[in-house]
């Protein structure tokens, strides 16, 4: 079966950089596209952006250019994200999901979410 | 950016009753290719989101019929025909026919 499994919860210092990780199993990594989408305390939904994992192009929201970097290790069906320069702002719990390419970011599956926490 | 406005923020209800959820978007979500790119998922608590319907109308897989959606062009609607218990949680729908946006969410809780 499908399973989109995350790391650990991160606990990170203002200015600092973290990297969260997806491994995906249960399909063929490289034939679906590989979401990241942002989830913050009052619950409000925001697409990060996606990478397509067999020629690692990407696309990002225009609002996480210069924070979000997405990149994958077909190796091991893992996708990264990392974010960068890091504020309070930036604390949330991020999902990755994976949607078929062409079928206008229909999320099947989801990750559980790692939750990112930017404190002093 | 295209935004989502759904309404009621909160719905309560009984074991049994029908409810109904609507989404309005900004902009038309008719693509040029002729899909409307209109979905709804449901995050539990303490859960992750998972997809109820894809394309305005279909079923995902392993979704209860009792679910249904419907809408063209800038109004959608999710009805729940008999909510269960575990239907609790909040509904979001998401438009993938622009650059993905999501609603604010409406919090299905019992009355």
Known sequence: QVQLQQSGAELAKPGSSVKISCKASGYTFTSYAMHWIKQTTGQALEWTGYIAPGSGGTKYNEKFKGKATLTVDKSSSTAYMQLSSLTPVDTAVYYCARAGYNSGYHFDYWGQGVMVTVSS | ?111
């Open chain 2, 1 to 111: 950016d295209v935004v989502l406005t759904q309404t009621p923020p909160t719905l309560s209800a009984t074991i049994g009753q029908s409810v109904s959820i609507s989404c309005r978007s900004s902009q038309s979500l008719l693509h040029s290719n002729g899909n409307t790119y209109l979905h709804w998922l449901l995050q539990r608590p303490g859960q992750s989101p998972q997809l109820l319907i894809y394309l305005v109308s279909r079923l995902e897989s392993g979704v209860p019929n009792r679910f249904s959606g419907s809408g063209s062009g800038t109004d959608f609607t999710l009805k729940i025909s008999g909510v269960e218990a575990e239907d609790l949680g909040v509904y979001y729908c998401v438009q993938g026919t622009h650059a993905p946006t999501f609603g604010a969410g409406t919090k299905l809780e019992l009355k």
